[in-house]
């Protein structure tokens, strides 16, 4: 069955760093989401991403964040100066119709 | 600001027991919720609900959505330790939007 993959699983930078969070959303999938969950908190949405540009973002997701789908399969998450209150899980998602469905997630710590 | 609120926050049951998970949301122009598990990392799919009094089934899963009084529940039947998780309700509103997801109900199936 098709799922949603991400990299690397686990990151660990220094803060200032930047980092790149690489997913690869099911193939025919047409609209492509971000998502992050801190540590005992509820998953919070980031930005979405149809037809190669952002068609919603939160408040959460400010200058520091860009996306960018560089090809045809991969789907990125830039964190361009990574703050201490950055470590989180981030999750990918993708959606053909109704329903997302997520990657495994990236756990980002920032030291 | 749209809402969705989960109870009971924790849940300890032993195996073989039935429970039952809430849902309850405040979202404009709702489209439709979602019932996600989540373990480890990664949410899976369990359920989308768009339409009111329609019970969906998956095995000893089952869920339902009441729109009248903007809630869902969801039903686990004769429970294992295989079913401890973190389930996740998320609802979606009007268009492509992104999911606006409840803190989870953390269920623990004891032997």
């Known amino acids: 069955e098709p799922e949603v993959t991400q990299t690397p699983s686990h990151q660990v930078t220094q803060m200032g760093q930047e980092v790149i969070l690489r997913c690869v959303p099911i193939?025919?999938?047409?609209?492509f989401y971000w998502y992050r969950q801190i540590l005992g908190q509820k998953v919070e949405f980031l930005v979405s991403?149809?037809?190669?540009?952002?068609?919603?973002k939160s408040e959460i997701f400010d200058d520091q964040f860009s996306v960018e789908r560089p090809d045809g399969s991969n789907f990125t998450l830039k964190i361009r100066s990574t703050k201490l209150e950055d470590s989180a899980m981030y999750f990918c998602?993708?959606?053909?119709?109704?329903?997302?469905?997520f990657g495994p997630g990236t756990r980002l710590l920032v030291l | 600001e749209d809402k969705v609120v989960q109870s009971p926050l924790s849940l300890v049951v032993h195996e073989g027991d039935t429970v039952t998970l809430n849902c309850s949301y405040e979202v404009t122009n709702f489209r439709s919720l979602l019932w996600y598990k989540q373990e480890k990392k990664a949410p899976t799919f369990l359920f989308m609900l768009?339409?009111?009094?329609i019970e969906k089934k998956s095995g000893r899963l089952s869920s339902i959505l009441d729109k009248k009084e903007l809630s869902s529940i969801l039903n686990i039947t004769a429970t294992q330790t295989g079913d401890s998780a973190i389930y996740l309700c998320a609802a979606t509103f009007s268009g492509n939007t992104p999911l606006v997801f409840g803190k989870g109900t953390r269920l623990s199936v004891i032997a």
């Open positions: 768009t339409s009111s009094g």
């Open positions: 998602a993708s959606k053909l119709g109704e329903t997302q469905y």
């Open positions: 193939s025919n999938h047409l609209y």
């Open positions: 991403f149809y037809n190669n540009e952002i068609s919603e």
